[in-house]
């Protein structure tokens, strides 16, 4: 993780990390004194369950909003195993997990559990070479990356409003794979409570106490041009991930003024508002500049850099992730239907984004995302047979 150049006062550390308290960031975390009282609202109704099978797997852009917790677990195929009957194997156990007729779920119900699953690169190859997927993420500038955090060959992503399926679900899924499957990394996640956004949209803060993810690929047309693959025939109805854990400079984020916070964004801490005015969903006036002629949006700010008609790219469906360990930061993941989509972003990030100095990515990969399945057609078939 970068330092600062200089200690911020821990009154100062305090002060900020007491407003993200209070904006939600420290979900399940909650004292005897903020138990609910006799005039509190009723307790959350039962999720509704995600059905497993469909077009598109489940955990992308249903449920809506997104579940709060997450675990991720990357592995690897031994050098001999079919990839077509794993996958197969592990559709049906799926479909069992989120149905609640698994014995290993011990009882628990399943809510609104879902399993989302992807293969990576080189797996991807040995379907074929030019098949979306099968290029490796490059290295970016500000990665202190252990070779085992870097790539894999498949992507369990486990997500629920009960943390408690979440090891769960992933012992009985690794449990049905076997010695088949070898685990890289793992990384448990949660996201802040949803605000409204406008547009019927809603969006979590992230670590930073900045909301997060307001701009993607919302409307059915806009997830049809920048996020669900159209072809070949074997990927349709699957997209493309990348997950990335970073490690946030917390302190020295901290030690910044409300003002200076903004500028880093490009938008209010408090309402998301681009500052360059105008609605929470909209996006920024790029070229609005104060009387005397200096941009609102800064041209380092991370909406000015990110930007996607700046950069040339798609949209991106984003979510950020807050994490506890192996140290406090967030774990990202991005999904669209063209790698370059990340890449060009991030490409145009590393020259000068004023919030990438308070990150440190300490794990990457990327995988296909499998497209939807069902008892007649298992998970992966389209591509492994």
Known sequence: ?????????????????????????????????????????????????????????????????????????????????????LLAELGRAIRALIAGTDPRLSGLPPGDLTVTVG????????????????????????????????GGDLL????????????????????????????????????GTDVPVGNGLTAPRNPLGFIDGIVGPHTTAEQQRDLWLAGPPAVAGGTLAVLRRME????????LSVAEQEAVFGRRRASGVPLSGGAVASGPELGAKTPDGRYLVPVDAHVRRANAAVVGAGLMLRRSYSTDEP?????????????????????????????????????????????????????GSQLFG
């Open 248 to 255: 946030l400079d917390l302190p020295r984020f901290a030690a």
């Open 1 to 85: 993780m970068h330092r600062a150049d200089h200690h911020p006062s821990r009154r100062a550390f305090l002060d900020v990390a007491g407003a993200l308290v209070a904006a939600g960031l420290t979900a399940g975390c909650t004292s005897d004194s903020a138990r609910p009282g006799p005039h509190a609202p009723a307790a959350a109704a039962t999720p509704m369950p995600v059905p497993a099978t469909g077009p598109h797997q489940a955990g992308i852009t249903l449920p809506q909003p997104a579940q709060r917790n997450l675990l991720a677990v990357v592995a690897d195929l031994g050098a001999t195993v079919s990839v077509g009957p």
């Open 156 to 191: 369990l992503q486990i997500c629920a409003g009960d943390p408690l399926l979440l090891p769960v679900v992933a012992a009985a899924l690794l449990d049905q794979a076997g010695d088949r499957l070898h685990e890289r990394w793992r990384q448990s996640a949660r996201r």
């Open 119 to 150: 293969v990576g690169p080189r797996l991807v190859r040995t379907a074929g070479a030019s098949l979306p997927g099968a290029a490796d993420l490059p290295r970016f500038s500000r990665e202190r990356i252990a070779p085992r955090a870097r």
């Open 327 to 379: 140290a406090p930061g967030l774990l990202f993941i991005s999904f669209q239907n063209d790698l370059r989509t990340f890449t060009a972003t991030l490409t145009r990030m590393d020259t000068s984004d004023a919030l990438l100095p308070f990150t440190t990515t300490t794990a990457s990969a990327t995988f296909l995302i499998l497209p939807g399945f069902d008892r007649q057609h298992p998970l």
